[in-house]
């Protein structure tokens, strides 16, 4: 089992990797039961799922598993980490990916413009999309791809690169609820007052909804996709409001907020007492 282990591995490393970490093969090669004094590089890299593995001791294996658990959030890793952030191709834009960022490329079009991937950062592309433009790795980054993409352009890649892509995952969940504020009354066909925002619960985007009795009946606002809204005037008879926010891409959304009402009260109805009113008389009275 842990010779298996091991030769899965060794069959991971990459090439460039591995050339990079010479004292690396000569660690490796005291398991093999034949090594030369010479080691082909390109040779050592395609041999250890034919080679047969010799471990010497028990010692040597504790030395070997602590050799993988140090590299295991290293360029060896086969699988990169959790998206911190996600793009949908087609994609135009210059990009900058900082320390603890992990940016996931999805989709089949083009990520087109000039991307810098910072010391401590990721960029993962694990769709089928390619890449035109500049792509600057700094030491310590990482750029993961799979056998599918290609680059055209201007490509620097000073830290990692690594083929194991695996498909990417939401970056990010749905939103908070939020809360919304400001129940108000009006008069007949008067002006509402603007709903507020009291939280926003981290949406990028809103969508807004009214009914008629704040039960049944919710009918999508359109053209209603910010934090706050302001209903038009008009309005004649009660309404109560609600909001969602989302994020992500494609989006993901919250549920419903709190719900608002703007009470509407009715027009008073006016009675005139007959009367007959001359020069110089009191007032005729009106009852509401």
Not at 157 to 176: L, R, V, Y
Not at 193 to 221: H, K, Q
Not at 255 to 264: D, E, L, P, R
């Amino acid at each position: 089992m842990f010779k298996t282990l091991l030769k899965s591995f060794l069959t991971k490393l990459h090439y460039k990797s591995v050339m990079k970490n010479e004292a690396l093969c000569f660690i490796l090669s005291n398991f093999y039961q034949k090594t030369k004094k010479n080691i082909d590089l390109k040779r050592f890299y395609e041999l250890p799922v034919k080679l047969k593995i010799t471990l010497p001791s028990n010692f040597s294996k504790l030395l070997l598993i602590s050799f993988l658990a140090l590299f295991s959030g290293s360029n060896f890793a086969q699988s990169p980490p959790s998206c911190t952030q996600s793009i949908t191709l087609p994609y135009s834009g210059n990009l900058i990916i900082n320390s603890g960022q992990v940016l996931c490329v999805d989709g089949s079009g083009t990520l087109s413009g000039a991307v810098v991937v910072r010391s401590g950062a990721h960029l993962v592309m694990c769709g089928t999309g390619n890449v035109f433009g500049s792509l600057t790795v700094d030491p310590g980054g990482t750029y993961w791809r799979t056998p599918t993409n290609f680059f055209t352009g201007s490509l620097a890649i000073n830290g990692n690169q690594n083929n194991n892509a695996a498909n990417c995952t939401p970056s990010c969940s749905a939103p908070n609820e939020g809360d919304i504020g400001n129940e108000h009354s009006i008069c007949f066909d008067g002006n509402p007052s603007a709903i507020t925002s009291l939280d926003d619960g981290g949406a990028t985007t809103f969508e807004w909804e009214y009914s008629n009795n704040g039960v049944s009946g919710w009918t999508s606002i359109s053209g209603a996709n910010s934090e706050t809204y302001d209903p038009p005037s008009g309005l004649t008879a009660d309404r109560w409001y609600r909001r969602r926010g989302g994020d992500c891409s494609p989006v993901q959304w919250s549920g419903y907020t709190n719900q608002i009402k703007v009470t509407v009260n009715a027009r008073p109805t006016v009675t005139v007492n007959d009367a007959t009113i001359c020069e110089g008389d009191a007032a005729a009275t009106f009852t509401a």
